[in-house]
């Protein structure tokens, strides 16, 4: 069993940075890949960034230049650095984490964290 815990999330002004957090804890499972999404109000989750677990990376185009995903393996933990906010980042951020467990493919979501940037 996956259990996640986001941190970081906050209000910030236009222009601003905030580093999100996610750590993963339980037993019974390795991690592949950890991703971040977004849900803005009335609309669908979507990818906001994945790192596998070679660390190879993909953005959003929306964010690109902008955020940057990165993991901690020894700590099950992934974080999204978030520069040049802009009111359009304002969302709910939830962590998504794929697991193998056994021979058995799975996946946890996090809580989620509020991001609110002002303009």
């Known amino acids: 069993q996956v259990q996640l815990v986001e941190s970081g999330g906050g209000l910030v002004q236009a222009g601003g940075s905030l580093n999100l957090s996610c750590a993963a804890s339980?037993?019974?499972?390795?991690?592949?890949?950890m991703g971040w999404y977004l849900q803005a109000p009335g609309k669908q989750r979507e990818l906001v960034a994945k790192?596998?677990?070679?660390?190879?990376?993909n953005y959003a185009d929306s964010v690109k230049g902008r955020f940057t995903i990165s993991r901690d393996n020894a700590k099950n933990t992934v974080y999204l650095q978030m520069n040049s906010l802009k009111p359009e980042d304002t969302a709910v951020y939830y962590c998504?984490?794929?697991?193998?467990?056994?021979?058995?493919?799975?996946?946890?979501w996090g809580q989620g964290t509020v991001v609110t940037v002002s303009s």
């Open positions: 790192i596998m677990s070679g660390g190879s990376t």
């Open positions: 998504k984490v794929e697991v193998v467990v056994g021979r058995n493919a799975a996946h946890a």
């Open positions: 339980g037993r019974g499972y390795s991690i592949n890949a």
